[in-house]
């Protein structure tokens, strides 16, 4: 079983839709990362979420960490081709050690 | 612009072979990962140093993984011997000492076949 479960699986959608993904678990983290990965590439930080409750925006993405610190999720509004990846989110539950376990993760395709 | 470095980017092998994958993390960062990233597992944490030393690799299957880091500035991965099984994009990851966001700085990744 993953500790970290991600939803949907996959998700294609057209340009200018707004979507959410969800990041679910029955543990508690310090903290929650949310990384998207290209193909071919490594995966890249998007944002970090520390306090229950908080949201973060980076643009057209917000992200919420959930008040348990058990969840979180990444609402995206209007979704263009350039956010098409794969969205992983990754928990810490080492009390700021930083050793992330991650979901499986989210693949978004972005039509035009 | 300082990166993680992975060789080889592609390695395609026979079964019972020797494959050897090295990770030159970036200058200053004291822990280093090593994941394996599949379609059917995603990223699994094999392990992990920091300050050179092995602190869990309770993540790699024994008998045929190894991980070590010689120096600061390398990091090894020995699949000895591979097994189609073993198919999959290897990453690692650096991470500095003091850190606020977490963030884990990964590589291109080294992909993996076994026939």
């Known amino acids: 079983t993953q500790l970290l479960e991600q939803s949907p699986q996959f998700l294609s959608i057209q340009e200018g839709e707004n979507l959410t993904v969800y990041c679910n678990s029955s543990?508690?983290?310090?903290?929650l990362q949310w990384y998207r990965q290209e193909p071919g590439e490594g995966p890249v930080l998007l944002v970090t979420?520390?306090?229950?409750?908080e949201v973060k925006k980076l643009k057209r993405l917000t992200f919420q960490f959930g008040d348990a610190r058990k969840d979180s999720s990444l609402h995206i509004t209007a979704a263009q081709p350039g956010d098409t990846g794969l969205y992983l989110c990754a928990g810490d539950r080492s009390g700021g050690s930083y050793i992330p376990t991650f979901g499986r993760g989210t693949s978004l395709i972005v039509h035009p | 612009d300082a990166r993680v470095t992975q060789t080889p980017r592609h390695k395609v092998t026979e079964m019972g072979q020797e494959v050897t994958m090295r990770c030159q993390p970036i200058l200053g960062h004291n822990t280093v990962f090593w994941y394996r990233q599949t379609m059917m597992q995603g990223l699994e944490l094999l392990a992990y140093?920091?300050?050179?030393?092995?602190?869990?690799d309770s993540g790699m299957p024994k008998d045929r993984f190894s991980a070590e880091m010689p120096d600061a500035t390398l990091a090894t991965l020995k699949i000895q011997p591979s097994e189609p099984r073993d198919s999959a994009v290897y990453f690692c990851?650096?991470?500095?000492?003091?850190?606020?966001?977490?963030?884990?700085?990964f590589g291109e990744g080294s992909r993996l076949t076994v026939l």
């Open positions: 990851a650096s991470l500095p000492g003091r850190t606020i966001t977490g963030e884990l700085f």
């Open positions: 543990s508690v983290f310090s903290s």
């Open positions: 979420v520390v306090t229950g409750g």
């Open positions: 140093f920091r300050n050179r030393a092995p602190l869990d």
